[in-house]
């Protein structure tokens, strides 16, 4: 007879499909961000450092709108807050087009951080929900089976983003100086083309805004069973006094900070460092995007295959330190490192390095998540909503990743993938010793 919990428990399955959609939907913007980076240092003319804070005012609204998101499920319920993210982010998605027609970046910067506003609600409640579905043994495993679907929504996005926000069109300096020298009736042929590229920009995010509004009216039609209250006997809610004495929560946090910096870092300046390295168009270097997402994709329902026999923070860690030696690779065999002779033998050894450790990375934040939160018990959901507000790290280490290829000593990214190397090295901490869980656990 076996005895293995089971994965999700009897009469949740709906359920568990239902809010596993949700994964498909804020993947969506999170991954045309890293086309946006590279569209808008062309279209609005920002150099690295500045286009990194695409990455900054959406991991800005997830740090700003986690406590709130996380107080108001405590009293209205999961539903309700789910609802309220899907119509914030479909309100962020809609300002793109006011956005467009200004050519302003910081309309465009709002637009994202409504956007990441509404996803704090949806990442908390999905994944604070997703748990509670199942045996508290079969946790981890549980989420990164809903986070398996995840890349999905990433794929759809940078396709999107790749076929009708890339326009192909890619002036050199010469040409740009000629349009510049062609009047028209808004001002030179230049302001013109950067109007035209802007204006690629708003007609997916509508879309995007619409689908969202579509499913949030699915979600408010259905039925969302109760999770029994066994968190707690005397009622309490919990709180940030009691959390401090959970070792494996803050850690989770720190953890949870560098995956997010070495997660977005890699993947917002991909397309940067494959033209920087190589002699593929923006169209090619999205291509590799795509490309990207399905090795994320493979890598979750991999290793969450793994987990029926290997423990999921031992795996963190291992891949962590795997992902070290991959980046040291993708730095050493960049045309930055022309000295090491590697980027000579061919330009595939520092992208094929950099995209490998898309696959490591696939099971960090479902299992950093999970292992946040167990035993916290009725201190759960705020826990869960500091682990969220730990996201900004995408936001913090991002931008200095840019701020870094723009050296003058640098002019490139990949010297600036020294930040990714520190932030898995953190990870392999927390896998490895960390995410042990102490303090008055709740079983």
Not at 99 to 124: H, K, M, R
Not at 166 to 172: A, C, L
Request: charged letters at 10%; glycine letters at 10%; a positive charge.
């Amino acid at each position: 007879m076996n005895n293995r919990p089971k994965l999700i428990a009897s009469g949740y399955v709906f359920t568990f499909v239902l809010i596993t959609a949700l994964f498909f939907l804020w993947a969506l913007p999170n991954v045309l961000n890293d086309v946006l980076i590279k569209q808008f240092q062309k279209s609005l003319e920002l150099s690295r450092f500045q286009a990194g804070l695409i990455q900054t005012a959406i991991k800005l609204g997830y740090f700003c709108l986690a406590i709130p998101a996380g107080l108001f499920m405590q009293r209205f319920g999961y539903k309700n807050g789910i609802l309220t993210g899907l119509i914030v982010f479909a309100a962020g998605c809609f300002l793109f087009f006011p956005a467009a027609n200004s050519g302003i970046y910081f309309v465009f910067l709002s637009g994202i951080f409504v956007i990441g506003s509404g996803l704090s609600f949806l990442e908390l409640g999905a994944n604070s929900y997703i748990t509670y579905l199942g045996d508290p043994a079969t946790s981890a495993r549980r989420l990164n089976l809903a986070q398996s679907f995840n890349p999905i929504g990433g794929i759809t996005g940078v396709t999107l983003g790749t076929l009708f926000i890339f326009s192909g069109n890619e002036p050199t300096a010469d040409q740009i100086a000629e349009l510049k020298s062609q009047v028209t009736a808004t001002g030179n042929a230049y302001t013109d083309f950067l109007q035209t590229e802007n204006s690629r920009v708003w007609p997916t995010y509508i879309l995007i805004g619409i689908a969202v509004l579509v499913v949030a009216f699915l979600i408010w039609r259905a039925k969302f069973p109760k999770i029994a209250k066994t968190d707690s006997t005397d009622g309490s809610k919990g709180s940030f006094k009691t959390l401090i004495k959970y070792p494996h929560w803050y850690g989770a946090i720190i953890s949870q900070f560098f995956y997010l910096g070495a997660q977005l870092g890699t993947w917002s300046y991909l397309i940067t460092y494959v033209q920087e390295n190589s002699p593929m168009t923006e169209k090619q270097a999205g291509g590799l995007l795509i490309v990207n997402m399905l090795v994320f994709m493979f890598g979750r329902f991999f290793s969450t295959y793994l987990m029926k026999w290997f423990k999921p923070t031992k795996m963190m860690g291992t891949y962590a330190l795997i992902n070290v030696g991959l980046m040291t690779l993708c730095i050493l065999g960049s045309k930055w490192a022309s000295w090491t002779g590697l980027h000579d033998i061919t330009y595939w050894i520092g992208i094929c390095a950099m995209m490998a450790t898309t696959f490591f990375m696939s099971l960090m934040y479902p299992t950093n998540f999970a292992s946040g939160i167990r035993g916290l018990g009725p201190n759960a959901k705020l826990g869960a909503s500091a682990l969220i507000m730990s996201l900004v790290g995408g936001a913090v280490l991002t931008p200095l990743i840019g701020l870094i290829a723009d050296a003058s000593w640098a002019k490139a990214v990949a010297p600036g993938m020294v930040i990714p190397i520190v932030s898995y090295c953190v990870i392999a901490w927390y896998g490895f010793y960390g995410s042990r869980p102490r303090g008055p656990v709740f079983e």
